[in-house]
């Protein structure tokens, strides 16, 4: 089933990128695309449980959803996450 996800602190490809590789690693999320034009994540699973995980690992990275609080720390995760992003995916 697909689920979508509206985000805080997306700001460019480098932390759209590390959103889906991180997303891509938890076992049951398949087809993980970050809308950067929208603030949205989109991908597959078919359980509540994977859902919540999903809204865990983004707030870990920084990118809590669109109705949760957004704290100089969170904001300051997603700047690394960014950054992260950035490096990971120019090493291509």
């Known amino acids: 089933?697909?689920?979508?996800?509206k985000i805080q602190n997306l700001k460019c490809g480098?932390?759209?990128?590390?959103?889906?590789?991180?997303?891509?690693?938890?076992?049951?999320?398949s087809h993980?695309?970050?809308?950067?034009d929208k603030d949205e994540v989109i991908f597959n699973?078919?359980?509540d449980s994977l859902v919540?995980?999903?809204k865990h690992k983004l707030k870990a990275l920084g990118y809590p959803e669109e109705t949760e609080a957004n704290t100089i720390v969170t904001k300051a995760k997603s700047?690394?996450?960014?950054?992260?992003?950035k490096l990971s995916n120019h090493e291509k």
């Open 79 to 85: 700047f690394v996450s960014c950054a992260t992003g």
């Open 14 to 29: 480098g932390c759209a990128h590390t959103i889906q590789t991180k997303l891509s690693d938890i076992t049951g999320v």
């Open 1 to 5: 089933m697909e689920h979508i996800i």
């Open 45 to 47: 699973c078919d359980s």
């Open 32 to 36: 993980v695309t970050v809308e950067i």
């Open 52 to 54: 919540l995980d999903v």
